[in-house]
């Protein structure tokens, strides 16, 4: 079994999708058969929504299988014992969950980062970086350990000035919209954004609203290298290390890069945000 919990899931889901496939269905004849929404083998296939008990003997039984239920559903029990574990994990506090990203970024070189919502934590603030991991922290009803994982983050921020690495960030113009905070957390964070398109190791695009797109991508995502891609989500941690799906990642980010602007332009759409945040 893959390291982590989403992962695992993924892993859980390919062999279903396998057992159909062998089994000469169709998602939607599955979904007829078991009497399910056309979208939930999709869901069960791609890792999004955990397969019960049920679900799996169902799946097995339509698709001529029963003989691998069993194995099935003990793969699907561990799969739940790794998110139970993973959030184990982050209950012992947000600080000891940030310095367990320290040892990745440190031996990074070329971080490729997209963010739809949020300013990415090595861009942002500390009072930005406060702000988000409070609500983090009620979310989730996690230690309140709040000054000590800012502490953490800006200590990784440490990386952005250290020779050769290369940072290459895509902000959705949303990212700038997004309230965190008050309107002073804001604007400090968005004059920090202004001050980042300076750094020669940071590239930084945005991507306007109306901008054309030309890939269908809409979920935040890291690269660390070429050797995995990181995706958190509220409930877990999405690890990508399979080098096929590092490289559709990767497609997807220099797709993005061409819908971004960069330099003057990217600095205008920052200034215009923090003109309409201040109303000056």
Known sequence: MPGQPQEARHALGARLREIRLDAGLSARELARLAGWHFTKVSKL????????????????????ADIQAPDLIAVARSVDAMYTEWRRKMRSGLKHFQDSYLPLYEQTAHFRAYETFFVPDLLATASYTAAVLQRWAELMELP???????????????VLYTR????????????????????????????RLMAMTSVPAVR????????????????SFWIFDDSRVQVETPSALLVVTQPAEVSIYAQGFEALQRSAEYGRNARELIARSLRELTGS
């Open 45 to 64: 296939e791609h890792g999004i929504r955990p397969p019960s008990r049920d679900d799996i003997r169902a799946w097995c039984l339509h698709c001529h």
């Open 144 to 158: 309140a350990d709040v000054d000590a994982a800012v502490a953490a983050r800006m200590q990784r921020q440490n």
């Open 164 to 191: 050769g690495r290369l940072f290459d960030v895509i902000l959705e113009e949303q990212v700038l919209r997004t309230q965190v905070g008050d309107t002073e957390v804001m604007a400090g964070q968005l004059d």
């Open 204 to 219: 930084m695009g945005i991507i306007a609203a109306r901008a054309p797109r030309t890939t269908g991508i809409h979920s």
